[in-house]
């Protein structure tokens, strides 16, 4: 089994510098989407919306398959705004990816704020993801978007900076508590 860390929320929450400050100090591997959606569109074209779309959600299973390969027990933490994808497909992906214990990490900001650090980074993203027009859209997007809720969460407000030692103390209390229950099954 797998511990899964889904880093969450929409796009320029700040997801990414918080998984990678998880890996880090966790010293698991971090799989982005976006990563490897990059990689698609890099051999495979871009396209429109639709098209990105769809590479989005091979993107999503490659992540999860890759992690089913991993040796017994190692975990990873995963980089992606989950809500993309219906509930039973993420969980679906979980199972084929044996999946442990699973925590979600919600990372959240302003609307206007992911609006603004999407439009401020759009020019140096890949040509594939959508322009900063997109800002926009996006900040609708994050004015109703909410964690999932399936699992624990912990609650990240990336405007404010990064409390490393308090996320991690909350993350090793979740994964002690399955380490326990393991434990006691035994």
């Not at 982005?32 to 299973?61: C, M, N, P, W």
């Not at 990873?76 to 699973?102: C, I, M, N, Q, S």
Request: glycine share 8%; with cysteine; proline share 7%.
């Amino acid at each position: 089994m797998h511990p899964i860390v889904l880093v969450n929320g929409v796009p320029a929450s700040g997801k990414s510098t918080v998984a990678a400050a998880i890996a880090d100090r966790l010293r698991l591997p971090i799989l982005a989407v976006d990563t490897v959606k990059e990689a698609f569109f890099d051999h495979l074209g871009i396209g429109d919306r639709d098209y990105s779309r769809r590479l989005g959600r091979a993107a999503y299973q490659a992540v999860f398959s890759t992690i089913a390969g991993f040796p017994d027990g190692l975990g990873a933490v995963v980089d992606a705004w989950h809500k993309f994808v219906p509930l039973d497909v993420l969980e679906d992906h979980l199972v084929r990816a044996k999946a442990g214990r699973v925590i979600e990490v919600w990372c959240h900001a302003p609307p206007e704020v992911c609006a603004e650090r999407y439009r401020t980074r759009a020019g140096d993203r890949h040509p594939g993801h959508p322009p900063a027009g997109y800002a926009t859209e996006l900040a609708d997007l994050a004015a109703r978007a909410t964690p999932i809720g399936r699992w624990p969460v912990i609650d990240v407000d990336t405007e404010r900076p990064l409390d490393e030692d308090g996320l991690l103390r909350k993350l090793h209390e979740l994964l002690r508590e399955e380490l326990d229950r393991s434990s006691e099954a035994r």
